[in-house]
């Protein structure tokens, strides 16, 4: 088998950085050779048998074989790449000293909102960069004031009445931005920013009103969209993006590979993928299994191979489709805050203590669906119709009670929530119980378990 492996970077300028980057590459292709990936991968696209590749060879690289070429990186990302982001928010302030009577028509409520839009466009150059940039637009910065004590700018009334002191206004921003603009560090400057004005005396353009003092700034919640096309990202994302970081090559043929709506760019591009275009798909974990534990496992969709068919939207649905006979240890996976349960109680015969045990349907196995029951009652008539304690030794239906079981591998006694248990466990009230009756010979030792509170003295030594 020959491989040729041709490299394009977003980082790398020179001959050393790409010769690292081959060695990587290589290093990487090794493993998946003799780990058995590739014979794994060709079997999923063949749906064939065939030879155990990592037995017929080994990938070794021909140090000789680079060859560094004169031609431009294709994936390589220009200037132009910032073609921007709009951040809009909203929020009010106060302002004081306000000669009211002077202010009393339409025109003199609008010159007021023009000087407070002013006092934060000032404030809020320093955050935007230069105002008179054309970035994406005629203008990177616009604020707005909405309405005057309570008045929308749209409504005002001659005469106009306020009177109070100090005042409030509504303001909304909209600012145009680089696209690699962080969002908390923009609302961080953006709040130190109006936090400097707050107080000061503004000068106006009224001469019947020549100042204000403006007050304290309360910002809503800051929301950003890009104004970039889609385009297919297939190293980071391995999906549709809009985050203005698309190659050049992109850029110089836009009909094929750029796009107005992630549902068009999906559609030329991925339309095997269903979860193309999904919201924020690297933090969206999706569930699989893993038949080496007999439990299910998550990561991100972004880490899917194209042949890993098996994922499921939650672990529940992951645990009962692949391992029904074993849903305690499935739905118990560390890390995975365990399956759901559905608030419906079963109940099953315990054998071994003639009483009937409650069990939340979603963790009754398919073996023991035979046997599960409604009620208590039932259970008992039916399974221990002769005996005279089953129901009242029965469990409760407390399914997130926290009950005693032993562990003879280690001659101590855990606890487990009473839902988690089978229907062949044996389960204790106490820690004291659990140690007598299990582990009369080490009875100090079960009781000095971490994390159990210890068994209760009698007080007599």
């Not at 009211?100 to 934060?120: M, Q, R």
């Not at 019947?208 to 104004?227: C, E, H, K, V, Y």
């Not at 709506?261 to 030329?268: D, H, N, R």
């Not at 004291?432 to 068994?455: H, I, K, M």
Request: proline letters at 5%; glycine letters at 6%; a negative charge.
């Amino acid at each position: 088998i020959d491989v040729q492996v041709r490299l394009y970077s977003y980082d790398c300028t020179n001959f050393e950085c790409f010769d690292d980057l081959l060695m990587e590459t290589m290093a990487d292709l090794s493993i998946a050779v003799v780990s058995g990936s590739l014979t794994a991968a060709i079997f999923e696209w063949s749906r064939e048998r065939v030879p155990p590749v990592e037995q017929l060879w080994l990938a070794e690289v021909d140090p000789t074989s680079f060859v560094q070429t004169d031609s431009a990186n294709p994936y390589a990302v220009t200037e132009s790449s910032s073609v921007g982001m709009v951040l809009t928010t909203s929020g009010s302030l106060e302002f004081s000293e306000v000669d009211w009577a002077e202010i009393t028509t339409e025109e003199d409520a609008e010159s007021l909102a023009s000087d407070i839009e002013s006092a934060i466009h000032s404030a809020l150059t320093v955050v935007s960069g230069d105002s008179s940039s054309e970035l994406v637009g005629d203008e990177t910065l616009t604020v707005t004031v909405t309405s005057i004590c309570g008045v929308s700018m749209d409504d005002i009334q001659e005469p106009f009445q306020c009177n109070h002191d100090p005042a409030s206004a509504e303001y909304k921003i909209t600012m145009y931005l680089p696209h690699n603009s962080h969002t908390p560090a923009v609302t961080f400057a953006m709040e130190e920013a109006l936090d400097e004005i707050a107080g000061m005396q503004q000068m106006t353009s009224m001469s019947n009103a020549p100042t204000i003092r403006i007050g304290s700034f309360q910002m809503g919640d800051i929301s950003m969209s890009s104004l970039a096309p889609y385009y297919p990202d297939w190293m980071n994302s391995k999906s549709c993006a809009n985050d203005g970081l698309q190659p050049q090559y992109m850029r110089d043929n836009p009909s094929g590979y750029l796009y107005d709506s992630v549902e068009a760019c999906c559609k030329s591009h991925f339309l095997w993928d269903l979860n193309c275009g999904v919201p924020q798909l690297a933090s969206i974990l999706q569930y699989f299994p893993d038949h080496s534990a007999s439990q299910c496992d998550s990561k991100p969709m972004t880490e899917f191979k194209e042949f890993e068919n098996e994922r499921f939207d939650t672990l529940d649905e992951c645990c009962l489709a692949k391992f029904p006979n074993d849903l305690v240890n499935c739905c118990g996976a560390d890390g995975l805050g365990g399956c759901i349960e559905s608030g419906v109680v079963k109940y099953l015969p315990d054998w071994l203590g003639e009483k009937c045990v409650s069990k939340d349907a979603n963790y009754v196995l398919p073996w023991e669906e035979s046997w599960a029951q409604d009620s208590v009652t039932v259970c008992c008539d039916r399974f221990f119709k002769y005996g005279t304690n089953c129901v009242t030794s029965s469990t409760s239906t407390d399914l997130s009670a926290l009950k005693f079981y032993p562990d003879h591998s280690t001659s101590e006694c855990g606890q487990k929530a009473l839902g988690e248990f089978e229907t062949w466990e044996s389960r204790f009230e106490s820690l004291d119980d659990c140690c007598r009756n299990t582990f009369p010979n080490s009875l100090s030792e079960c009781c000095d378990v971490a994390g159990l509170g210890g068994c209760v003295l009698s007080g007599d030594i």
